[in-house]
């Protein structure tokens, strides 16, 4: 069984800072990555996707990859209220296997 | 461009009936995955379908069926609806496998 797993949170930060959401999956051989926000009542938007060991940055976002320690991480800088929202990790192991979501980290952010 | 589109928005059934909920893939498209979401869950997954041909089914009963046609369009089936089916049916194409998926708004299913 491929798992994905998430803090389901509250994790909440002030505005202004930097929200870190943490990811670990089960699945070594995974090779692609991806962070979708969502908010409430909503659909999954995707927002990152990362392929190999390192950063990917876009705008406010980082993406951190370590498939060594088989973690993955988002960071959000300079915080919104409007991030606030639940970010779900999604892993695609290897083989003939569909994507693997995780529970969700719920984002909250205090202006 | 569309995004992907879902239909209904939302729909109310009872226990015993069947549901046929439709996705149009972003235009060039020809990956589509259906999921479910609860409440508090992140999306499960349920099919998925690449060239018309079945790719991926999860851990759904049979009452669970779905197809995709040729225009890469898909549908997905529920038959002997139960309570528990309640739930935010999404559709997410991608453009090949293992590429991105982009999520439809979903078709939120009631079961009374």
């Known amino acids: 069984q491929k798992e994905v797993e998430q803090n389901s949170g509250p994790l909440s930060v002030p505005e202004g800072a930097i929200a870190s959401l943490n990811c670990t999956y089960s699945?070594?051989?995974?090779?692609?990555f991806f962070w979708y926000r969502q908010y409430s009542g909503k659909s999954p938007e995707l927002i990152m996707s990362?392929?190999?060991?390192g950063d990917k940055e876009d705008g406010r976002f980082t993406a951190q990859l370590n498939k060594a320690s088989q973690y993955v991480s988002l960071l959000i800088r300079d915080s919104q209220p409007s991030d606030s929202a639940t970010y779900l990790c999604a892993v695609k192991p290897s083989g003939n296997t569909p994507l693997v979501f995780g529970k969700g980290t719920r984002l909250s952010v205090i202006a | 461009d569309a995004g992907v589109t879902q239909s209904p928005t939302h729909l109310i059934k009872t226990r015993g009936q069947h549901v046929t909920l439709r996705c149009s893939p972003i235009?060039?498209?020809?990956?589509v995955s259906w999921y479910q979401q609860v409440l508090g869950q992140g999306p499960q997954f349920i099919f998925q379908y690449y060239e018309k041909e079945e790719r991926g089914r999860g851990n759904f009963p049979d009452r669970f069926s779905a197809r995709q046609f040729p225009n890469y369009s898909s549908e997905l089936n529920v038959n002997a609806l139960l309570l528990g089916d309640s739930a935010l049916y999404l559709c997410?194409?991608?453009?090949?496998?293992?590429?991105?998926?982009?999520f439809g708004d979903g078709t939120r299913l009631s079961i009374l």
């Open positions: 699945d070594r051989g995974s090779q692609s």
């Open positions: 990362i392929y190999s060991n």
């Open positions: 235009s060039g498209h020809k990956s």
């Open positions: 997410a194409s991608s453009l090949e496998l293992g590429q991105p998926q982009h």
